[in-house]
């Protein structure tokens, strides 16, 4: 089959099969690109879709960018069942399998350091949401109604039922903060490394309540049970809080040194926008 070479992950080789029909970005099933001690997880793509001008314009096509990132995804998600993969950005592309080799060769030190430090490793991720109490809609601890307000019989009244819901909102926030404080350093001593993101916003994600966590931790497989369980236990530890676990994923949070985002050069490689935690 002709096309571009499209670019998953770089990977130390690995002996176990990838699961029968997978198949990755624009249908073509994945396969290994042995380079020295170092492999590329690479499949064919059409110029047309992918070429250097093409791209630019399907990258603003938001239908064709989440089907590329889906599938994209699924063979990370398959080669982190079998390995330990380095995710590369979305929509890097190279000309043909000597271009993705030329690659390999630049960045070989960088991807042998990155690997190393990942090894038998996997990311974890944890967020922590909390909702504001609202009088007449929630209890002290916010988990059960409460009776309406009265309503304000004066100015003076209505603003002293404005300050008490604004102490409590304050108090709720603060039990948020710490909370997830607390959360963050215990899941952090049970993990080899971890990051802090940004707090998403609700008007993207579309998640109730404000993030006051969200963070990626590098955890052992073989440490990953307690981890889960560690989780687990602090969900009902604190009323209004909610927390929310996500993995094993590949470690996207700790490749480190960006050999992932070489820089595109001309038709031979292109590199898509970074994508966060995840494609």
Same mark, same amino acid.
């Given at each position: 089959?002709?096309?571009?070479?499209?670019v998953?992950?770089?990977?130390?080789?690995?002996?176990?099969?990838?699961?029968?029909?997978?198949?990755?970005?624009?249908?073509?099933?994945?396969?290994?690109?042995?380079?020295?001690?170092?492999?590329?997880?690479?499949?064919?793509?059409?110029e047309?879709?992918?070429?250097?001008?093409?791209?630019?314009?399907?990258?603003?096509?938001?239908?064709?960018?989440?089907?590329?990132?889906?599938?994209?995804q699924?063979?990370?998600?398959?080669?982190?069942?079998?390995?330990?993969?380095?995710?590369?950005?979305?929509?890097?592309v190279f000309?043909?399998?000597s271009?993705?080799?030329?690659?390999?060769?630049?960045?070989?030190?960088?991807?042998?350091? @990155?690997?190393?430090?990942?090894?038998?490793?996997?990311?974890?991720?944890?967020?922590?949401? #909390? %909702? $504001? !109490?609202?009088t +007449? *809609?929630?209890?002290?601890e916010g988990?059960?109604?409460?009776r309406?307000?009265?309503?304000?019989?004066?100015?003076?009244?209505?603003?002293?039922?404005?300050?008490?819901?604004?102490?409590?909102?304050?108090?709720?926030?603060?039990?948020?903060?710490?909370?997830?404080?607390?959360?963050?350093?215990?899941?952090?001593?049970?993990?080899?490394?971890a990051?802090?993101?940004?707090?998403?916003?609700p008007?993207?994600?579309?998640?109730?309540?404000?993030n006051?966590l969200?963070?990626?931790?590098?955890?052992?497989?073989d440490?990953?049970?307690?981890?889960?369980?560690?989780?687990?236990?602090?969900?009902?530890?604190?009323?209004?809080?909610?927390?929310?676990? @996500?993995?094993?994923?590949?470690?996207?949070?700790f490749?480190g040194?960006?050999?992932?985002? #070489? %820089? $595109? !050069?001309?038709? +031979? *490689?292109?590199?898509?926008?970074?994508?966060?935690?995840?494609?």
């Open positions: 089959m002709t096309g571009l070479r499209y998953y992950a770089v990977s130390r080789p690995f002996d176990a099969a990838l699961q029968a029909q997978l198949t990755g970005v624009a249908g073509d099933p994945p396969r290994l690109l042995p380079h020295g001690d170092l492999v590329a997880v690479v499949s064919h793509v059409p047309s879709d992918f070429g250097e001008e093409a791209l630019r314009s399907r990258l603003e096509d938001l239908d064709w960018l989440t089907a590329t990132a889906r599938a994209h699924q063979v990370i998600d398959a080669l982190t069942a079998v390995t330990t993969p380095l995710p590369l950005r979305l929509a890097t000309r043909d399998d271009g993705v080799r030329v690659m390999l060769q630049e960045r070989e030190e960088a991807f042998r350091r @990155t690997l190393g430090r990942l090894e038998g490793r996997v990311e974890w991720g944890v967020k922590v949401y #909390a %909702e $504001a !109490e609202k +007449g *809609q929630a209890g002290a988990t059960a109604p409460s309406p307000a009265p309503k304000p019989a004066s100015g003076r009244d209505y603003l002293l039922q404005r300050r008490r819901q604004s102490r409590a909102n304050e108090d709720m926030w603060s039990r948020a903060e710490e909370f997830a404080t607390k959360l963050h350093a215990t899941l952090s001593d049970r993990a080899d490394d990051r802090l993101h940004a707090p998403q916003n008007r993207l994600s579309g998640a109730a309540g404000r006051v969200n963070a990626a931790y590098l955890v052992g497989r440490a990953s049970e307690e981890f889960v369980e560690t989780v687990d236990r602090t969900k009902d530890d604190v009323p209004g809080m909610r927390v929310e676990l @996500t993995g094993p994923w590949a470690a996207y949070s490749a040194e960006g050999p992932e985002a #070489a %820089e $595109a !050069e001309g038709t +031979g *490689q292109a590199a898509g926008e970074g994508e966060g935690e995840r494609p």
